[in-house]
């Protein structure tokens, strides 16, 4: 019996994330290297910083009731939770994920402000207007109704609130379709990487438009984050990672063999990494 897309994404992170915490850290996303993807720095400190330069894109400078959506091993949230001094709630199909999260909050002194669900972000189980910034960073992607989970990121905000995504796109298509060999290469990062399918930013802001947010801006990072890949390609072979990479599992290996299908989709411009902010009035 094929396993359902929920499976396979739960299965991924269940298998991979432990690994990427030894090897990478805690923080599953890419890092900024500037606005012109020339500055060099830490792996680690870049993705610090892409964390503090979208907060300060999308001006957001308080916070009471988050929810992070695509958690992972809790990065995002206990790091807003202790910045806000904020309660952060994440949600993941993770239930490896969703456990090693609540312990790094323990060891954070974070336990009393935050809580990590294994949950589906198109049908969470919070009530309409629950939390003040709703932040998904790197998870869009994942969703199988892109629609679906924007609507709900909306049911959930409370009015006055703030929702900032960040999500891999393909290229805009409204003056050229993709090729069939551009298809052909976004279907082998989807095979890869447990991703239904994406769509570009232009989509994307119209939905939010039609769901009914305010204020939106959008915006496209890709040249400050591809410099992300070559870092993540030349750690996946050290010693330590080709170890680790091996007792993970062929989904694991599989994908650390197809790194360079990210970092050749940012060199044609036909991956995207896009960021949406908007309010709910």
């Known amino acids: ?37 020339q500055e060099r720095k830490d792996r680690r400190q870049a993705q610090i910083d892409l964390i503090e330069e979208l907060l300060k894109w999308a001006e957001v400078r308080q916070a009471n009731n988050i929810l992070d959506v695509g958690c992972g091993i809790g990065g995002s949230s206990l790091y807003l939770a202790a910045k806000y001094s904020a309660h952060a709630t994440g949600i993941t199909l993770s239930p490896v994920q969703a456990n090693r999260a609540a312990d790094r909050a323990r060891a954070a002194g974070l336990r009393e402000r935050t809580q990590f669900l294994v949950a589906d972000a ?47 796109c ?62 993540v390609i030349d750690s996946a072979f050290t010693p330590q990672a080709i170890v680790g990479l091996l007792l993970s599992g062929w989904t694991t290996l599989q994908a650390a063999l197809s790194l360079g299908l990210m970092k050749r989709g940012y060199e044609r411009g036909l991956v995207r990494f896009g960021l949406l902010y908007g309010t709910k009035s």
């Open 170 to 231: 393909h290229r805009p298509i409204d003056s050229q379709p993709l090729t069939a060999d551009e298809q052909k290469h976004l279907e082998d990062i989807y095979r890869v990487y447990c991703l239904p399918y994406v769509i570009s930013l232009p989509q994307y802001e119209a939905i939010a438009r039609e769901t009914g947010f305010q204020q939106i801006r959008t915006a496209d990072w890709s040249t400050a984050v591809a410099p992300f890949w070559d870092f």
């Open 122 to 168: 198109q049908q969470t189980p919070f009530a309409d207007n629950s939390f003040d910034f709703v932040w998904s960073l790197e998870s869009g992607e994942h969703m199988p109704d892109k629609q679906k989970f924007i609507q709900e990121c909306y049911r959930v905000l409370k009015p006055g609130g703030t929702f900032l995504m960040v999500t891999w």
């Open 1 to 37: 019996m094929s396993l359902t897309l929920q499976q396979q994404i739960q299965q991924f992170y269940d298998a991979s994330s432990g690994l990427w915490e030894q090897i990478w850290g805690e923080h599953m996303h890419h890092g900024y290297y500037g606005a012109n993807g």
